[in-house]
């Protein structure tokens, strides 16, 4: 049988809330939810109609599909307690190898939903693209079947690419939310209507991310090599040391590589 049938949750943070509730809402079972908290273990599985337990070393997992969504760091040391009997085991990491799942199950794989979550907003999964990878055929068409529940947007990828890809969502989520989290605190401290940015931030996207040769597209002071702007700027910025650091950091990348170096600020 290619199809999942069970799903349990090892994990009740932003990625398995979201993943349990769109799993739920169509229609696949939901069977455990583990967390160390039990409360957290408690609040997702009241959502989705499944067992909560907060110790896994008494607990055989028996799903068809076995998901665990926890921090990377701490991923060994909660299955090293578990037991999985003839589940399909599943991480949910881009960094993580796939192949270290293979000591605690016969069958495991990689689930991936390439999207930023949080517990407090639901996840339209329709536009994310969720990225598989297994150890055998007829799990990858399990989690194949299972993915197309939830999106079209289903691709197969090994480790190594899909490290290249979370990398770059480091890069172009985490980066550009701190980036535009701290410029929207220095337009509120400075009692600027954050409105008035609004159009420039879409039109930034579409130069920087829709564009071939979009570095091509790079303006401002320090593709220009206007130091005098560019100082005057960070005087200005002393007292808001966060933006001021953003601010002279990119500026010297930017200066390094319009203009070979030329500048140290």
């Known amino acids: 049988m290619n199809t999942i049938k069970s799903i349990s949750f090892i994990g009740s943070g932003n990625v398995a809330t979201n993943l349990a509730r769109a799993f739920y809402a169509a229609g696949v079972p939901i069977d455990t939810i583990y ?31 076995v998901v665990v969504a926890l921090k990377d760091d701490v991923l060994d040391k909660v299955l090293s307690k578990a037991t999985i009997k003839g589940s399909l085991l599943v991480h949910t990491s881009g960094s993580i190898d796939t192949a270290t799942l293979k000591k605690y199950a016969g069958n495991y794989g990689c689930f991936y939903p ?5 517990k407090e907003v639901e996840t339209d ?13 007829e799990s990858t068409l399990k989690l ?8 079209s947007k289903v691709v197969e990828m090994n480790s190594y690419d899909r490290k290249s890809l979370h990398i770059a969502g480091v890069g172009l989520n985490n980066f550009t939310h ?11 401290d400075n009692h600027l209507k954050t409105e008035y940015l609004t159009n420039l931030l879409t039109q930034t996207v579409n130069n920087s991310f829709y564009i071939e040769n979009a570095l091509s597209m790079q303006t ?13 700027h960070l005087e200005r910025l002393k007292n808001a040391p966060k933006y001021r650091k953003i601010y002279k950091t990119i500026s010297q990348l930017i200066l390094d590589e319009f203009h070979d170096e030329k500048y140290k600020l």
């Open 178 to 188: 701190f980036i535009l989290s701290v410029t929207r605190q220095y337009c509120i």
């Open 114 to 118: 390439f999207q930023t979550f949080r």
């Open 220 to 232: 401002g002071p320090a593709r220009r090599g206007d130091l005098e702007v560019i100082k005057d």
């Open 35 to 65: 967390s160390n908290t039990l409360q957290n273990a408690e609040t997702l599985a009241g959502i989705v109609d499944a067992e909560a337990i907060n110790d896994i070393e008494n607990h055989v997992f028996t799903s068809d599909l």
């Open 125 to 137: 999964f329709s536009e994310v693209h969720i990225f598989i990878e297994s150890n055998s055929e």
């Open 144 to 151: 194949y079947n299972l993915a197309r529940i939830l999106t």
